[in-house]
């Protein structure tokens, strides 16, 4: 097979056949039971010169192209053949060679035959994570998965698992494989999935191709289909509890985001098989196709990894949907399908240029998950209130749908309402509390949205702490304002300034502190001090006065509205100094940035576009600094508000998305432990001078993922955005490094981090 010529993408995926036999002789192997015999040319074992010249040239390559990462998966036939010693040697060779240059991800994929404590022993010292092939219950398991002798491994792999979720190897435990047959029960496989336990679980279509149709029984034209969704509605009804590769892509790629599978979607395959002689090969699945169908004649003695990455059959797999048949192009679920397994797409004559054999099932299967999962997501909110079950993998992919991130807010409120209970505990009853409840009872959405005001919360979580003056008063008075009906109440003056969040702010003579009253009759406002002139305000009309300010509302072209927020007293929390109230050439500043910004997070990076509508209420300015730095913030508890001094539009459209992720982050951990809270850890980090505790760093991952997935966007038309990219990516990965090394993470912050991990290396380099 000659290289072609030009460039190509890199290589960042290598299956290493360290062992090229199995103790198993399953029948639905793509190895042994292939048209493609090269096994039977091969040596057994990958000898150590060929480790060795294998881990250069992926060294070679991953930093020849800056490869921050690379995967290596040691496969084979069976890997654990090659018996504790000699993996040990394979592993120290592959750390040692590849570590320097690149993060380097072991894994391996076995039977799970031979896993006994020595080599968890090996495999933990050199941090491989083990992935084991089991069909289901022992029937199904056994149906295929049987020794030469024909006696079922159902017991020893279950051993083997059980091994695995030991607390001293529990770390190891990537996953199961399961091969689907159809003659097993759907819902018995995946309940015997479950029980052992696993992180995730990868189901494997069975082998076939156009010219060895699979096996489909009865008369359902979509057998794989029906068999699939039967899990997936199982799946759903239970709350997720694996995860499921096929599904998590289906979802992933529904939201137009990665697959993260080679089966579905439209990701780039940067994948090459390392045989034990040394050759490279395209993927193992392609055996089924025809004999010699993965040869590519070079090997790693005389060829680099770039001369393999030129091939067209590698370089073609790296071109997502534009590498598809016409028929593919051209179909509605392309996105999310993929045309399938490559392999699959096999028909003599016109080579893999086809839909997959299975396309009838996996059209059938794309749209029937995705009505499930909508019927699902909608079933949701009727369970009063509950926790939407795909909450945290939302988060973790950067996004956020409106209805999750509203949900979101919805337990913010909950928290600000909970907070107000106890200031009234504290204080006793008083006027204002009651006006509060009289107005809630004509009025709730007036006064949902004044407790929704971000900088309530921070307030209230001061004054339990003996801090800051009653807020109550402003509240009430705010609530009936915006309910239109007519009130009365005392309300405390900070320094000259009442304010009435999202209605306006009084500015009295400057120090007047203490009570003032706030009368309104229906349609004007009045706010009067024991000294000086009463402030008469009409808060239906925009225009200011000396003395009154109304909310500066700035409502874009699609109806979505925030708030300029430079009233109220309570935003003066954050790491650098808010600007007093704008003046008239600075709110129309303001005004066009945000619009501007706005239209650009929508054409640029309209994933993110949800979650900010859903919730951010307001932007608070910052002093400008006076070397020109870039200023933003966010305030723990005043979750929907972000502070900046005004950038550009464009610079501005990225601290929006940035400070964003903050608050989505920090109502998180609201409701969910992520980290051990004793855990006094800390890490140094890229992006600060200072080691950082272990929420600061969680912090700066999830808000940096966000920072490089904008820049990834624009880098394509704009150099600097390709290193700011390049920057923050990194940044990124190495704190989530960082992030690991500290133990501080718990199982479900651990998950959370590694979905945020696979977003990012999902994005080419
Ligand atoms: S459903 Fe069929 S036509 Fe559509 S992308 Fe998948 S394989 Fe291609």
């Given at each position: 097979?000659?290289?072609?010529?030009?460039?190509?993408?890199?290589?960042?995926?290598?299956?290493?056949?360290?062992?090229?036999?199995?103790?198993?002789?399953?029948?639905?192997?793509?190895?042994?039971?292939?048209?493609?015999?090269?096994?039977?040319?091969?040596?057994?074992?990958?000898?150590?010169?060929?480790?060795?010249?294998?881990?250069?040239?992926?060294?070679?390559?991953?930093?020849?192209?800056?490869?921050?990462?690379?995967?290596?998966?040691?496969?084979?036939?069976?890997?654990?053949?090659?018996?504790?010693?000699?993996?040990?040697?394979?592993?120290?060779?592959?750390?040692?060679?590849?570590?320097?240059?690149?993060?380097?991800?072991?894994?391996?994929?076995?039977?799970?035959?031979?896993?006994?404590?020595?080599?968890?022993?090996?495999?933990?010292?050199?941090?491989?994570?083990?992935?084991?092939?089991?069909?289901?219950?022992?029937?199904?398991?056994?149906?295929?998965?049987?020794?030469?002798?024909?006696?079922?491994?159902?017991?020893?792999?279950?051993?083997?698992?059980?091994?695995?979720?030991?607390?001293?190897?529990?770390?190891?435990?990537?996953?199961?494989?399961?091969?689907?047959?159809?003659?097993?029960?759907?819902?018995?496989?995946?309940?015997?999935?479950?029980?052992?336990?696993?992180?995730?679980?990868?189901?494997?279509?069975?082998?076939?191709?156009?010219?060895?149709?699979?096996?489909?029984?009865?008369?359902?034209?979509?057998?794989?289909?029906?068999?699939?969704?039967?899990?997936h509605r199982r799946w759903l009804a239970d709350d997720r509890p694996i995860r499921i590769r096929m599904f998590e892509a289906l979802e992933s790629t529904g939201r137009g985001g990665p697959s993260g599978s080679e089966q579905?979607?439209?990701?780039?395959?940067?994948?090459?098989?390392?045989?034990?002689?040394?050759?490279?090969?395209?993927?193992?699945?392609?055996?089924?196709?025809?004999?010699?169908?993965?040869?590519?004649?070079?090997?790693?003695?005389?060829?680099?990894?770039?001369?393999?990455?030129?091939?067209?059959?590698?370089?073609?797999?790296?071109?997502?949907?534009?590498?598809?048949?016409?028929?593919?192009?051209?179909?509605?679920?392309?996105?999310?399908?993929?045309?399938?397994?490559?392999?699959?797409?096999?028909?003599?004559?016109?080579?893999?240029?086809?839909?997959?054999?299975?396309?009838?099932?996996?059209?059938?299967?794309?749209?029937?998950?995705?009505?499930?999962?909508?019927?699902?997501?909608?079933?949701?909110?009727?369970?009063?209130?509950?926790?939407?079950?795909?909450?945290?993998?939302?988060?973790?992919?950067?996004?956020?749908?409106?209805?999750?991130?509203?949900?979101?807010?919805?337990?913010?409120?909950?928290?600000?309402?909970?907070?107000?209970?106890?200031?009234?505990?504290?204080?006793?009853?008083?006027?204002?509390?009651?006006?509060?409840?009289?107005?809630?009872?004509?009025?709730?959405?007036?006064?949902?949205?004044?407790?929704?005001?971000?900088?309530?919360?921070?307030?209230?979580?001061?004054?339990?702490?003996?801090?800051?003056?009653?807020?109550?008063?402003?509240?009430?008075?705010?609530?009936?304002?915006?309910?239109?009906?007519?009130?009365?109440?005392?309300?405390?003056?900070?320094?000259?300034?009442?304010?009435?969040?999202?209605?306006?702010?009084?500015?009295?003579?400057?120090?007047?502190?203490?009570?003032?009253?706030?009368?309104?009759?229906?349609?004007?406002?009045?706010?009067?001090?024991?000294?000086?002139?009463?402030?008469?305000?009409?808060?239906?009309?925009?225009?200011?006065?000396?003395?009154?300010?109304?909310?500066?509302?700035?409502?874009?072209?699609?109806?979505?509205?925030?708030?300029?927020?430079?009233?109220?007293?309570?935003?003066?929390?954050?790491?650098?100094?808010?600007?007093?109230?704008?003046?008239?050439?600075?709110?129309?500043?303001?005004?066009?940035?945000?619009?501007?910004?706005?239209?650009?997070?929508?054409?640029?990076?309209?994933?993110?576009?949800?979650?900010?509508?859903?919730?951010?209420?307001?932007?608070?300015?910052?002093?400008?600094?006076?070397?020109?730095?870039?200023?933003?913030?966010?305030?723990?508890?005043?979750?929907?508000?972000?502070?900046?001094?005004?950038?550009?539009?464009?610079?501005?459209?990225?601290?929006?998305?940035?400070?964003?992720?903050?608050?989505?982050?920090?109502?998180?951990?609201?409701?969910?432990?992520?980290?051990?809270?004793?855990?006094?850890?800390?890490?140094?980090?890229?992006?600060?001078?200072?080691?950082?505790?272990?929420?600061?760093?969680?912090?700066?991952?999830?808000?940096?993922?966000?920072?490089?997935?904008?820049?990834?966007v624009r880098a394509g038309r704009d150099a600097s955005a390709g290193q700011q990219y390049t920057k923050y990516r990194q940044w990124t990965l190495d704190a989530i490094t960082g992030l690991r090394a500290t133990g501080g993470?718990?199982?479900?912050?651990?998950?959370?981090?590694?979905?945020?991990?696979?977003?990012?290396?999902?994005?080419?380099?």
């Amino acid at each position: 097979m000659p290289p072609a010529h030009g460039s190509a993408p890199p290589i960042g995926q290598y299956i290493l056949k360290v062992h090229g036999r199995c103790d198993l002789a399953c029948d639905h192997c793509y190895v042994f039971d292939s048209l493609d015999q090269s096994w039977r040319d091969k040596p057994r074992l990958m000898s150590p010169r060929v480790v060795h010249t294998a881990a250069r040239r992926v060294a070679e390559h991953a930093a020849a192209r800056g490869l921050p990462r690379v995967r290596v998966v040691l496969h084979g036939g069976e890997p654990l053949l090659v018996g504790a010693r000699r993996m040990r040697g394979a592993l120290t060779i592959l750390r040692s060679t590849i570590g320097p240059v690149a993060r380097l991800d072991l894994v391996m994929q076995t039977n799970g035959l031979r896993l006994d404590t020595a080599m968890c022993q090996v495999l933990k010292e050199f941090g491989v994570r083990v992935g084991v092939s089991l069909d289901g219950y022992r029937e199904a398991n056994d149906r295929h998965r049987r020794y030469a002798s024909g006696a079922g491994s159902f017991p020893q792999v279950q051993a083997a698992l059980a091994l695995l979720r030991t607390p001293d190897f529990r770390e190891l435990y990537a996953g199961i494989l399961c091969t689907i047959d159809l003659a097993n029960d759907p819902v018995r496989v995946y309940e015997a999935l479950l029980a052992e336990q696993p992180p995730r679980v990868d189901f494997l279509l069975p082998h076939a191709t156009w010219e060895h149709p699979p096996v489909r029984h009865g008369a359902d034209p979509t057998p794989y289909a029906t068999w699939l969704s039967a899990i997936h509605r199982r799946w759903l009804a239970d709350d997720r509890p694996i995860r499921i590769r096929m599904f998590e892509a289906l979802e992933s790629t529904g939201r137009g985001g990665p697959s993260g599978s080679e089966q579905l979607g439209a990701d780039a395959v940067d994948l090459v098989v390392i045989e034990t002689d040394g050759h490279y090969e395209q993927a193992d699945t392609i055996k089924t196709a025809f004999d010699g169908a993965p040869r590519t004649g070079l090997n790693v003695f005389r060829h680099r990894v770039d001369e393999v990455a030129a091939l067209d059959p590698v370089a073609g797999r790296q071109t997502g949907i534009d590498g598809l048949s016409p028929v593919c192009r051209s179909c509605p679920v392309v996105s999310q399908c993929g045309g399938g397994l490559y392999a699959h797409r096999y028909r003599p004559g016109s080579g893999f240029d086809n839909p997959s054999v299975y396309c009838a099932d996996l059209r059938v299967l794309v749209d029937r998950t995705n009505e499930e999962s909508r019927m699902h997501a909608e079933s949701k909110p009727d369970d009063s209130g509950a926790m939407p079950s795909t909450l945290i993998e939302q988060i973790a992919s950067g996004f956020g749908d409106e209805a999750t991130i509203g949900w979101l807010a919805e337990q913010e409120l909950a928290i600000t309402r909970a907070l107000l209970f106890a200031i009234v505990d504290q204080q006793g009853p008083s006027d204002a509390w009651d006006i509060l409840g009289t107005v809630e009872a004509k009025s709730p959405e007036a006064v949902r949205d004044v407790l929704g005001h971000p900088y309530v919360r921070p307030w209230a979580v001061d004054r339990l702490r003996g801090g800051g003056v009653c807020r109550l008063g402003a509240l009430a008075a705010a609530s009936a304002v915006r309910a239109g009906i007519a009130v009365e109440v005392g309300v405390e003056a900070v320094d000259g300034v009442v304010h009435l969040p999202h209605v306006g702010t009084a500015y009295l003579p400057p120090g007047t502190s203490g009570p003032v009253r706030v009368t309104f009759d229906g349609s004007e406002l009045v706010v009067t001090a024991d000294a000086g002139e009463p402030i008469v305000a009409d808060p239906s009309r925009p225009a200011p006065t000396r003395a009154w300010q109304p909310a500066r509302q700035v409502t874009f072209p699609d109806g979505w509205a925030v708030l300029i927020e430079d009233g109220d007293p309570l935003r003066a929390r954050h790491r650098w100094p808010v600007v007093d109230r704008l003046r008239d050439g600075e709110e129309q500043a303001w005004r066009s940035a945000l619009t501007e910004a706005w239209r650009l997070i929508r054409a640029e990076t309209p994933g993110y576009v949800p979650a900010l509508r859903g919730a951010l209420r307001t932007v608070v300015p910052l002093c400008a600094d006076e070397d020109g730095a870039q200023r933003a913030s966010t305030a723990r508890h005043a979750f929907g508000s972000v502070a900046a001094a005004l950038p550009g539009p464009a610079d501005l459209a990225v601290l929006l998305v940035h400070e964003f992720q903050h608050g989505k982050l920090g109502a998180l951990l609201d409701l969910c432990d992520l980290f051990d809270l004793d855990s006094d850890a800390s890490v140094k980090v890229p992006w600060r001078p200072d080691p950082r505790p272990v929420e600061g760093v969680l912090q700066g991952v999830y808000a940096h993922a966000a920072v490089a997935d904008v820049y990834r966007v624009r880098a394509g038309r704009d150099a600097s955005a390709g290193q700011q990219y390049t920057k923050y990516r990194q940044w990124t990965l190495d704190a989530i490094t960082g992030l690991r090394a500290t133990g501080g993470l718990t199982p479900l912050g651990t998950s959370f981090v590694d979905q945020v991990e696979a977003a990012v290396l999902s994005w080419e380099t």
